[in-house]
C-alpha cells in the first residue's frame, strides 16, 4: 500500500534516488536530527536537563501545542489555516468554569465545551466551504469572535473551582515514569491522525486538495467535505486542549492561551508544512514542537530569558524556511548546468 | 452638451461611490457615531469626544494602510506589531541617550529604521520565494525578541521625552488632532498613489495574478520588496506616534497589533487573496474597528463583548463581499447572454 506521501512532488522526482537519500535528506529528518543534537547537548552541558522533571514540565507545556498541531498539520496541507484556535482554547476554558461555577458536575461542563468546539470549527469549516470564503480571513474574523465570547462571558473573573481529581489528573505522571498521564490520549490521537492521514483515502483526499484542488475534485475527492471534517475537528481538539489547560493551571480565565495560534504555527510550519498546501508528514510537525519546547527548557535552565527564546524561535523558522528555498535553488542550478534558473520564475 | 458631461459624470461619480466596496463599510461607521451619539451627544459634540474619535484610531490607520498595499500584493505582514513596538522604544531611547536631539531627525530615524525591518521582511519575501506568513511570523517572533532583549524590564516614560514631542501626540491644529491630520496625509498620498500611478497600479497587477505580472514583464521582486519596506516604514511612523501619544514604551508595546492590521484591511474590504481593495477600506475599517470598542459601553453594551462584535464584523464584511462578488458575476453573465 503507498501511503499518501508519494503524492507529494518532491518526493515524485526523488524515486530514482536510494531510500536512504530519500528519507534522510529530507526537511522533517533535518528536524528530527536537530532535535537529537539539542537533546543530546543540553543534557551534556547543562546540568538539570537530563532530569526526569524537566521531561514532565517539558510535555506538560507543550502538550496544548502539540495536541492542536495535529489537526493544523492536515488543515495547512489542504492548503488552508485555522488562526481561531488559540481563541478557542479559551472559550472552551471558559465555558468549562462558567458551567462548573453554575453548579454543573465538571463531566457535564467539559462535555460541553468539547461540544462547543465542534460547532465553532463548523461555524469556520461553514463559512470557508459552503459560502466559499479564504480560511486566513475567516479564521482572523473568528480570532476575535471566539476570544470575545470567551471574554464577554466571564469577563476579567477567573473560575478556579474545579475537582481536585481532575486537576490532579491534568498534572499526574503514569506511575514509575516521569512521563505525564496527558501524553496517553496524546498519542492515542496522533495514531488516529497519523492513520487519517496516511492510511485512508480520505489522508489522500486531503494531500489531493492541497496540490490541486481541481484535480483532486475531478479525481472524486469531496473537496468541501474534507475541509468541513477537517475543521471540525480542529474547533474540537482545541477545545479538548482548553479543558486540558483549565485544569492544569487551575483557571478558566477569558484570556488563556492568548496568542497560541502562532505558536501552532510556527511549529507545524517549521515541522516542514507548506503554506501553500500538498506536503508536510506529522512525524515532522511533532519533532518541530519538541525543538522548539527542548530549545525552551534548555535555554530556561542556563538562564536565558524567554525573549531570547523567541528571538531564537523566529531566527529558526525563517531559516528553516530560507534554506529549504536556497537548497532547491542549489539543485535546480546543478540539475541545468549553463541554464539560468528559470529566470526566478517560480510557482506562487 | 458641453454642460451635460459633469452632470453626468457627477451622477456617476455617486452612483459609483453606492457600489463601491468601502460604502458599506463607511455606512457602517456613520451608524456606530450616529447611534453613539443619539445614546450619548458628548460622544461626538464634546471636545474630548470629537478629538478621541479622530485621536485613537490614526495609528492604527497607519499601520493599516501598510497592511492594506501588502495585502493588494498577495502577501501579508504579520510582524508589524514587533515593529512598531521596536521602533517605538527606539524613539524614547533616542530621546534619553541624546538630549536635545530635535525631533524631525527622531521621526526620520523611527521610519528609516522601521524601513529597515519591512526591508529584510520584503527580502526574504521577494528572494528566497518563501510565503510571507511565515517569513513575517517568524520575523514577529524575531523583531519582538529583539525588542524585550533591548528592552528588559526597562520602560519610557512621559517624563523621559520632551513636552514638544509629547505634544505632537496630543495637541490639535484648527480642532482637529495633528496625528490625524498626519494619517490623513500619509492615507491621501497612498490611495492616490496606488489608485493612479503605473507603480501603484502595479501592486495590483501582481495582486491579481503574480505568473502574469512576471510574464508581462512587471518587476515583480522589485514592487514586492517596496510594499514590505512601505509596510515598515509606516509601522515605524506609527511606533513614534505611539510614543508621543502614550508616552510609556516598555517591550510588549504594539503586541498583537498585527491582527488588528489585517483585521482592519478586511472589514475595509481588501481581500486576502490580494488585488482586491483599498487603503481607503482599511483606513475605515481601522476607524471603525476602534470606534466600536469606544461605542459599545455608551450603547449599553459591556465592553467586554468588544472582541467579538469585532469578529462579526469581520465574518460579516466578508461575507458580504463575497455575496456582492457573486451577485456581480451572474448580473455580467447574464448580460453576456443577451447581448
Same mark, same amino acid.
Given at each position: 500500500?503507498?501511503?499518501?506521501?508519494?503524492?507529494?512532488?518532491?518526493?515524485?522526482?526523488?524515486?530514482?534516488?536510494?531510500?536512504?537519500r530519500?528519507?534522510?535528506?529530507?526537511?522533517?529528518?533535518?528536524?528530527?536530527?536537530?532535535l537529537?543534537?539539542?537533546?543530546?547537548?543540553?543534557?551534556?552541558?547543562?546540568?538539570?536537563?537530563?532530569?526526569?522533571?524537566?521531561?514532565t514540565?517539558?510535555?506538560?507545556?507543550?502538550a496544548?501545542?502539540?495536541l492542536i498541531?495535529?489537526?493544523m498539520?492536515? #488543515?495547512?496541507?489542504t492548503?488552508?489555516?485555522?488562526?481561531?484556535?488559540?481563541? =478557542? *482554547?479559551?472559550?472552551?476554558?471558559?465555558?468549562?468554569?462558567a458551567?462548573?461555577?453554575?453548579?454543573?458536575?465538571?463531566?457535564?461542563?467539559?462535555?460541553? %465545551?468539547l461540544v462547543?468546539?465542534?460547532?465553532?470549527?463548523?461555524?469556520?469549516? /461553514?463559512?470557508?466551504?459552503?459560502?466559499?470564503?479564504?480560511?486566513?480571513?475567516?479564521?482572523?474574523?473568528?480570532?476575535?469572535?471566539?476570544?470575545?465570547?470567551a471574554?464577554g462571558?466571564?469577563g476579567?473573573?477567573?473560575?478556579?473551582?474545579f475537582?481536585?481529581?481532575?486537576?490532579?489528573? %491534568?498534572?499526574?505522571?503514569?506511575?514509575?515514569t516521569?512521563?505525564?498521564?496527558?501524553?496517553?490520549?496524546?498519542?492515542?490521537?496522533v495514531?488516529?491522525?497519523?492513520?487519517?492521514?496516511?492510511?485512508?483515502?480520505?489522508?489522500?483526499g486531503?494531500?489531493?486538495?492541497g496540490?490541486?484542488?481541481?484535480?483532486?475534485?475531478?479525481?472524486g475527492?469531496?473537496?468541501?467535505?474534507t475541509?468541513?471534517?477537517?475543521f =471540525?475537528?480542529?474547533?474540537?481538539?482545541? %477545545?479538548?486542549?482548553?479543558?486540558?489547560?483549565?485544569l492544569?493551571?487551575?483557571?478558566?480565565?477569558?484570556?488563556?492561551?492568548?496568542?497560541?495560534?502562532?505558536q501552532?504555527?510556527?511549529?507545524?510550519?517549521?515541522?516542514?508544512?507548506?503554506? /501553500?498546501?500538498g506536503?508536510?508528514?506529522?512525524?515532522?510537525?511533532? %519533532?518541530?514542537?519538541?525543538l522548539?519546547?527542548?530549545l525552551?527548557?534548555?535555554l530556561?535552565?542556563?538562564?536565558?530569558?524567554s525573549?531570547?527564546?523567541?528571538? #531564537?524561535?523566529?531566527?529558526?523558522? *525563517?531559516?528553516? *524556511?530560507?534554506?529549504?528555498?536556497?537548497?532547491?535553488?542549489?539543485q535546480?542550478?546543478?540539475?541545468?548546468?549553463?541554464?539560468?534558473?528559470?529566470g526566478?520564475?517560480?510557482a506562487? | 452638451?458641453t454642460?451635460?458631461?459633469p452632470?453626468?459624470?457627477?451622477?456617476?461619480?455617486?452612483?459609483?461611490?453606492?457600489?463601491?466596496?468601502e460604502?458599506?463599510i463607511?455606512?457602517a461607521?456613520?451608524?456606530v457615531?450616529?447611534?453613539?451619539?443619539?445614546?450619548?451627544p458628548?460622544?461626538?459634540?464634546?471636545?474630548d469626544?470629537?478629538?478621541?474619535?479622530?485621536?485613537?484610531?490614526?495609528?492604527?490607520?497607519?499601520?493599516?494602510?501598510?497592511?492594506?498595499i501588502?495585502?493588494?500584493?498577495?502577501?501579508?505582514?504579520?510582524s508589524?506589531?514587533?515593529?512598531?513596538?521596536?521602533?517605538?522604544?527606539?524613539?524614547?531611547?533616542?530621546?534619553i541617550?541624546?538630549p536635545?536631539?530635535?525631533?524631525v531627525?527622531?521621526?526620520?530615524?523611527?521610519?528609516?529604521?522601521?524601513?529597515?525591518?519591512?526591508?529584510v521582511?520584503?527580502?526574504?519575501?521577494?528572494?528566497?520565494?518563501?510565503?510571507?506568513?511565515?517569513?513575517?511570523?517568524?520575523?514577529?517572533?524575531?523583531?519582538?525578541g529583539?525588542?524585550?532583549?533591548?528592552?528588559?524590564?526597562?520602560r519610557?516614560?512621559?517624563?523621559?521625552?520632551?513636552?514638544?514631542?509629547?505634544?505632537?501626540?496630543?495637541?490639535?491644529?484648527?480642532?482637529?488632532?495633528?496625528?490625524?491630520?498626519?494619517?490623513l496625509?500619509?492615507?491621501?498620498?497612498?490611495?492616490?498613489?496606488?489608485?493612479?500611478?503605473?507603480?501603484?497600479?502595479?501592486?495590483?497587477?501582481?495582486g491579481?495574478d503574480?505568473?502574469?505580472a512576471?510574464?508581462?514583464?512587471?518587476?515583480?521582486?522589485?514592487?514586492?520588496?517596496?510594499?514590505?519596506?512601505?509596510?515598515?516604514?509606516?509601522?515605524g511612523?506609527?511606533?513614534?506616534?505611539?510614543?508621543?501619544?502614550?508616552?510609556?514604551?516598555?517591550?510588549q508595546?504594539?503586541?498583537?497589533?498585527?491582527?488588528?492590521?489585517?483585521?482592519a484591511?478586511?472589514?475595509g474590504?481588501?481581500?486576502?487573496?490580494?488585488?482586491?481593495?483599498?487603503?481607503?477600506g482599511?483606513?475605515?475599517g481601522?476607524?471603525?474597528?476602534?470606534?466600536?470598542n469606544?461605542?459599545?459601553?455608551?450603547?449599553?453594551?459591556?465592553?467586554?463583548?468588544?472582541r467579538?462584535?469585532?469578529?462579526?464584523?469581520?465574518?460579516?464584511?466578508?461575507v458580504?463581499?463575497?455575496?456582492?462578488?457573486?451577485?456581480?458575476?451572474?448580473r455580467?453573465?447574464?448580460?453576456?447572454?443577451?447581448?
Amino acid at each position: 500500500m503507498t501511503t499518501a506521501t508519494t503524492t507529494s512532488p518532491r518526493v515524485i522526482g526523488d524515486f530514482d534516488k536510494p531510500l536512504w537519500r530519500r528519507v534522510l535528506l529530507t526537511r522533517e529528518a533535518a528536524i528530527v536530527g536537530l532535535l537529537i543534537i539539542v537533546a543530546l547537548v543540553s543534557s551534556a552541558s547543562i546540568k538539570g536537563f537530563g532530569q526526569p522533571i524537566t521531561l514532565t514540565y517539558l510535555l506538560l507545556d507543550i502538550a496544548p501545542i502539540l495536541l492542536i498541531a495535529l489537526p493544523m498539520t492536515l #488543515i495547512m496541507i489542504t492548503g488552508e489555516i485555522d488562526l481561531s484556535v488559540g481563541s =478557542m *482554547v479559551g472559550l472552551s476554558s471558559v465555558v468549562t468554569g462558567a458551567l462548573v461555577q453554575a453548579g454543573l458536575p465538571f463531566e457535564i461542563a467539559a462535555l460541553a %465545551a468539547l461540544v462547543v468546539g465542534i460547532v465553532g470549527g463548523a461555524f469556520n469549516g /461553514f463559512l470557508v466551504t459552503v459560502v466559499g470564503l479564504p480560511s486566513l480571513a475567516v479564521t482572523i474574523g473568528t480570532l476575535a469572535l471566539f476570544r470575545g465570547l470567551a471574554v464577554g462571558l466571564l469577563g476579567t473573573a477567573a473560575v478556579t473551582d474545579f475537582p481536585e481529581f481532575w486537576t490532579d489528573l %491534568a498534572k499526574a505522571k503514569i506511575t514509575g515514569t516521569p512521563i505525564p498521564v496527558i501524553t496517553i490520549p496524546f498519542l492515542l490521537l496522533v495514531v488516529v491522525f497519523v492513520v487519517l492521514l496516511h492510511f485512508t483515502p480520505f489522508g489522500r483526499g486531503v494531500y489531493a486538495v492541497g496540490l490541486s484542488k481541481d484535480a483532486a475534485h475531478f479525481s472524486g475527492v469531496d473537496v468541501e467535505r474534507t475541509k468541513f471534517i477537517l475543521f =471540525m475537528l480542529s474547533g474540537a481538539v482545541a %477545545a479538548f486542549a482548553g479543558i486540558f489547560y483549565t485544569l492544569r493551571y487551575g483557571s478558566a480565565r477569558g484570556d488563556n492561551a492568548t496568542g497560541l495560534e502562532l505558536q501552532v504555527i510556527a511549529a507545524v510550519v517549521l515541522g516542514g508544512v507548506s503554506v /501553500f498546501g500538498g506536503r508536510g508528514q506529522i512525524y515532522g510537525v511533532i %519533532a518541530a514542537a519538541l525543538l522548539i519546547g527542548s530549545l525552551a527548557s534548555a535555554l530556561r535552565l542556563v538562564n536565558v530569558t524567554s525573549d531570547v527564546i523567541n528571538i #531564537i524561535t523566529g531566527t529558526l523558522l *525563517v531559516l528553516s *524556511v530560507v534554506a529549504a528555498s536556497f537548497l532547491a535553488w542549489l539543485q535546480k542550478k546543478r540539475r541545468r548546468p549553463g541554464r539560468t534558473p528559470a529566470g526566478a520564475v517560480t510557482a506562487s | 452638451m458641453t454642460t451635460a458631461i459633469p452632470v453626468s459624470s457627477l451622477t456617476k461619480r455617486i452612483s459609483g461611490l453606492g457600489k463601491a466596496r468601502e460604502f458599506g463599510i463607511l455606512l457602517a461607521l456613520v451608524l456606530v457615531v450616529t447611534a453613539a451619539t443619539l445614546n450619548n451627544p458628548k460622544f461626538l459634540f464634546s471636545p474630548d469626544g470629537w478629538r478621541d474619535l479622530l485621536l485613537t484610531p490614526s495609528i492604527l490607520v497607519l499601520v493599516a494602510v501598510g497592511q492594506a498595499i501588502v495585502l493588494v500584493t498577495r502577501n501579508v505582514d504579520l510582524s508589524v506589531g514587533s515593529v512598531m513596538g521596536l521602533t517605538a522604544y527606539l524613539t524614547g531611547r533616542l530621546f534619553i541617550d541624546i538630549p536635545g536631539i530635535p525631533i524631525v531627525l527622531v521621526v526620520a530615524a523611527a521610519v528609516v529604521f522601521g524601513a529597515l525591518l519591512g526591508l529584510v521582511n520584503g527580502a526574504l519575501v521577494a528572494y528566497a520565494k518563501v510565503p510571507a506568513m511565515v517569513i513575517t511570523l517568524g520575523t514577529l517572533y524575531a523583531y519582538r525578541g529583539i525588542n524585550v532583549l533591548w528592552t528588559g524590564s526597562d520602560r519610557v516614560n512621559a517624563s523621559d521625552m520632551p513636552k514638544d514631542f509629547l505634544a505632537l501626540g496630543t495637541g490639535q491644529l484648527a480642532g482637529i488632532p495633528i496625528l490625524a491630520i498626519v494619517a490623513l496625509v500619509v492615507l491621501a498620498i497612498a490611495a492616490w498613489y496606488m489608485k493612479n500611478t503605473r507603480g501603484g497600479r502595479e501592486y495590483y497587477a501582481i495582486g491579481s495574478d503574480p505568473a502574469a505580472a512576471e510574464l508581462y514583464g512587471l518587476r515583480v521582486t522589485r514592487r514586492v520588496l517596496t510594499a514590505f519596506v512601505l509596510s515598515g516604514a509606516l509601522a515605524g511612523l506609527a511606533g513614534v506616534f505611539y510614543a508621543a501619544r502614550y508616552g510609556t514604551i516598555n517591550s510588549q508595546a504594539g503586541a498583537g497589533w498585527e491582527l488588528d492590521a489585517v483585521g482592519a484591511a478586511v472589514i475595509g474590504g481588501v481581500a486576502i487573496t490580494g488585488g482586491i481593495g483599498s487603503v481607503w477600506g482599511a483606513a475605515i475599517g481601522a476607524v471603525l474597528l476602534l470606534t466600536i470598542n469606544r461605542a459599545l459601553p455608551i450603547l449599553g453594551i459591556p465592553d467586554f463583548w468588544q472582541r467579538a462584535v469585532v469578529g462579526l464584523l469581520i465574518i460579516g464584511a466578508i461575507v458580504l463581499d463575497r455575496v456582492l462578488a457573486v451577485r456581480q458575476k451572474r448580473r455580467l453573465i447574464e448580460a453576456r447572454d443577451q447581448s
